[in-house]
């Protein structure tokens, strides 16, 4: 969460000096952003992954049904279309 939260003011920092800069300047912004962002990505990578596969987890069943609830609808369709040819 606390990675998130830098990331975004990071990101928030370097649009509005982008914006109010000149190309070089935008561009030599642009580049400390991204190493910043890659170095706190880098520093907090296992809590995140530990994270997302938290998210995985708990949205798993409901976005099976979802693929599956799809998968049906499209193969119905598809029954429908030869029965009626």
Known sequence: MKNSISF??????SLSI????GEY???EVDKDAHRIADSL????KDSL???SDTICEI???KLFQVYFDSIKLVESDKI???INK
């Open 41 to 44: 990505f880098r520093a907090h």
């Open 49 to 51: 992954t530990s994270l």
């Open 8 to 13: 975004a003011v990071v990101f928030i920092i």
């Open 25 to 27: 300047e935008a561009l």
């Open 18 to 21: 982008y914006s109010s800069c």
């Open 80 to 82: 429908k279309q030869l």
């Open 59 to 61: 949205n798993h069943r």
